[in-house]
């Protein structure tokens, strides 16, 4: 993996520059003491560049020097809690240092983090971690923890006074175990060890960030997408912003406030910055928008570029497979549909029902492999895997120059009278109408075709439903065309941005 290419990748992100050899003993002396995590990400940049930002939230500014001495502290409370190496514990937390001061404290004991959803129902959460058998869970005071564990407040952890020293070693690596969304059963756990040289090269091979600049992070941290980009701001020395709640206005205002180069979202985040008029803000330093979490739908891509310029890469992966390919502005301005191509050291395959290579253009199932793929949920159970590849779970296209367009989810193509139909080219042909601006089609078993689509739709102006059943027809054949058009007023979203269909089941 850590070819010339990987060498020249970090090289132009300038992370291959001379440090002075005090400070590269210091960081040294962090990655024997904490593994491969985020304390040693922490304590490596505080040796490196003590006073430079690490993180600003809505309290303010902390250096990295005042990071690593606040997760030293944190990390002697929880262990006078009785918090040792290898327990699982829960954190619930929203964007800020109290999210940052709890993982990397709990890195520094080797404890296992599981990042815990802040729109998830209480009992719910409790059922994930009573499975997992965490004794404990970090929270934020306005957030209110799972029944059946021990719960201790971040702000507990912040203003921490312990008498015990903090921890010199973890006796292993923790891990940072994500939780899926959750959208269409129970969450499940997907664990993942801190981010190395791998991980660095595959992401910055496709989205051009660089040391020491200045990252908006305004996707959820606790999700896989939110928390790469902490961690790889961590790495890179830059200082990440993070606001406690998603505000398109406050963000923009960030933006130009904090000179940021990079700002982080779900693509629902975009059409509020969007609303917001970002014409009324300097955003010149803006080199990057990465977006991840569901696909750009309708003519997002477009309106983004006209709005903030050619900045928008737009990432598809998973909590269980991370990377699996990037759209890059180019790639988004050829196609504004476009999943992109696999970054550096990720082998993307589109395959048909017998394992084969689907050739160019043939629809197929995506299996991913890198050395980011998770090796299983918590729980025991797993993925389907081909040849060391791990299933997305979707369906897909590949054209002949390597860019996958994704169709949707295997299980989202349904048979009505034996034709079979893909959910999300129904939901982009009505997201086409000029007064459509959200959309989720699922369908309804019935007695004669076997299933009907349902659509639920979200306008700007009243709409008769024949018309928009004639805006399917002359995009797609006539068994696209949902039976129903049920209007609503907004679509039900978790946190990261995802519809929630049984809600609307």
């Known amino acids: 993996m850590f070819d010339l290419t990987g060498a020249k990748v970090l090289l132009d992100a300038g992370l291959l520059r001379p440090t002075r050899p005090d400070r590269l003993l210091g960081m040294g002396l962090a990655l024997a003491r904490w593994g491969v995590s985020p304390a040693t990400g922490y304590a490596a940049q505080a040796a490196r560049q003590p006073p430079a930002v690490a993180l600003v939230d809505d309290d303010g500014p902390l250096t990295f020097r005042e990071v690593d001495a606040a997760t030293h502290r944190a990390a002697a409370a929880l262990s006078e809690r009785g918090v040792m190496s290898g327990d699982p514990v829960g954190l619930l937390a929203r964007n800020g240092r109290g999210f940052v001061i709890s993982t990397v404290a709990l890195a520094k004991l080797g404890a296992d983090v599981y990042y815990l959803n802040t729109g998830a129902a209480p009992e719910q959460m409790g059922a994930v971690l009573a ?185 598809y992966g998973s909590t269980e497979v991370a990377y699996a390919a990037v759209a890059t502005p180019e790639d988004l301005r050829a196609d504004p549909h476009t999943a992109g191509r696999a970054p550096h050291g990720v082998t993307l395959r589109v395959v048909d029902g017998e394992g084969r290579d689907c050739p160019p253009g043939a629809e197929g199932r995506i299996f991913v492999g890198s050395g980011l793929t998770f090796g299983g949920y918590t729980d025991g159970s797993d993925k389907d895997r081909l040849d060391g590849l791990v299933a997305t779970g979707d369906l897909g296209v590949l054209d002949g120059s390597g860019r996958l367009t994704v169709l949707g989810r295997t299980d989202d193509m349904v048979v009505v009278g034996g034709e079979n139909v893909h959910l999300g080219q129904v939901e982009e042909a009505l997201l086409a109408h000029p007064h459509v601006t959200e959309v989720s089609v699922s369908g309804r078993p019935d007695p004669s075709y076997g299933v009907v689509l349902v659509a639920h739709v979200v306008l700007s102006a009243e709409v008769p439903t024949e018309e928009l059943q004639e805006q399917v027809r002359g995009r797609l054949a006539r068994f696209a065309v949902p039976r129903e058009v049920r209007v609503v007023d907004a679509l039900p979203r978790n946190a990261t941005g995802k519809v929630v269909k049984s809600e609307l089941a």
């Open 131 to 315: 499975r997992e058998g965490a004794r404990l869970v970090v929270h934020d005071a306005d957030l209110v923890p799972p029944p059946g564990v021990t719960a201790v407040t971040t702000d507990d952890l912040l203003t921490a006074q312990p008498t015990a020293r903090g921890p010199l070693r973890a006796t292993r690596s923790s891990r940072q175990v994500i939780l899926t969304s959750g959208t269409t059963g129970a969450p499940r756990g997907a664990a993942r060890s801190g981010a190395g040289v791998e991980e660095l090269v595959s992401a910055l091979s496709r989205i051009p960030l660089r040391a020491g600049e200045t990252t908006v992070v305004a996707a959820p941290v606790f999700h896989a997408w939110g928390l790469g980009h902490l961690t790889l701001a961590m790495v890179l020395g830059s200082t990440v912003v993070l606001p406690r709640r998603f505000d398109a206005e406050q963000v923009l205002r960030l933006l130009e406030q904090h000179r940021a180069s990079t700002l982080v979202v779900v693509p629902v985040m975009l059409d509020k910055l969007l609303a917001a008029d970002p014409s009324r803000f300097d955003l010149s330093s803006l080199r990057v928008i990465a977006s991840s979490g569901s696909a750009l739908p309708g003519d997002l891509a477009t309106r983004v570029e006209a709005a903030f310029g050619p900045v928008l890469y737009s990432l």
